[in-house]
């Protein structure tokens, strides 16, 4: 079992940043594929962006491309989402994802309980 524990999100002004981070606990293993993952309000969840525990490779949703980076920490067993040039359709809960597999599409297997973010106009 794998638990994951978001924190990082919070409300903020359109242009600006928030990184989130993600502390995976329990049986992780260097083959898994982490991801986070967003869902707004009437929306379906949207995969945001992935990294290979080993190897670090990473993927993007292309709405993200160029202002996002995800990253881990091996070490401490950590997952991070950089989020830079915010815009109000970034606003949604966001989620930590732990997959068994080397897929991005997964499936993920872990989920956190989600951290909120909010950007104002």
């Known amino acids: 079992q794998v638990q994951l524990v978001e924190s990082g999100g919070g409300l903020v002004q359109a242009g600006g940043s928030l990184r989130l981070s993600c502390a995976a606990s329990g049986r992780t293993s260097s083959s898994y594929t982490m991801g986070w993952f967003r869902q707004a309000p009437g929306k379906e969840r949207e995969r945001v962006a992935v990294i290979r525990w080993s190897g670090g490779s990473t993927d993007y949703a292309n709405s993200v491309k160029g202002r996002f980076t995800i990253s881990r920490d091996k070490a401490n067993n950590m997952v991070y989402l950089q989020m830079n040039s915010l815009n109000p359709e970034d606003t949604a809960v966001y989620y930590c994802?732990?997959?068994?597999?080397?897929?991005?599409?997964?499936?993920?297997?872990?989920w956190g309980q989600g951290t909120q973010v909010t950007v104002s106009s």
């Open positions: 994802a732990a997959s068994r597999s080397r897929n991005y599409g997964g499936p993920y297997d872990y």
